[in-house]
């Protein structure tokens, strides 16, 4: 008996497995959607990337009072310091994404 619920069980999972990637000839992610583009001006590129320096900045504000306020160490600031001023490069590079793959 244990054996025929096993065997029922895996044909299930591999028909659900097979129609799934039989069903997406182009190998993409099944109900994933292509996400429309937005056209910016350079001006407009420009502000958002000073919008968000000006973020980054802030960020940097706060991580430095949670550390005098003892709420976070010297090593977690210094990583967390890093991927700041990596972002921050970026920005001036200008680089509007985090380089996730999308």
């Known amino acids: 008996m244990k054996k025929a619920i096993v065997i029922v069980l895996a044909l299930v ?11 997406s000839p182009d190998n993409s992610v099944v109900f994933r959607e292509k996400k429309p ?3 910016m ?3 407009q590129k420009s502000k958002i990337i000073q919008l968000k320096t000006e973020l980054v900045e802030v960020r940097k504000e706060i991580l430095k009072d949670n550390l005098k306020n003892n709420k976070i160490t ?4 210094n990583t967390l310091e890093k991927r700041l001023n990596k ?6 590079s200008g680089k509007l ?3 996730r793959h999308r």
């Open 97 to 99: 994404d985090y380089g």
């Open 41 to 43: 001006t350079p001006e």
């Open 74 to 77: 010297q090593e977690q600031a």
């Open 37 to 39: 583009q937005l056209e």
């Open 87 to 92: 972002r921050l490069e970026q920005l001036k």
């Open 13 to 23: 999972l591999f028909c659900g497995i097979s129609t799934m990637t039989l069903g």
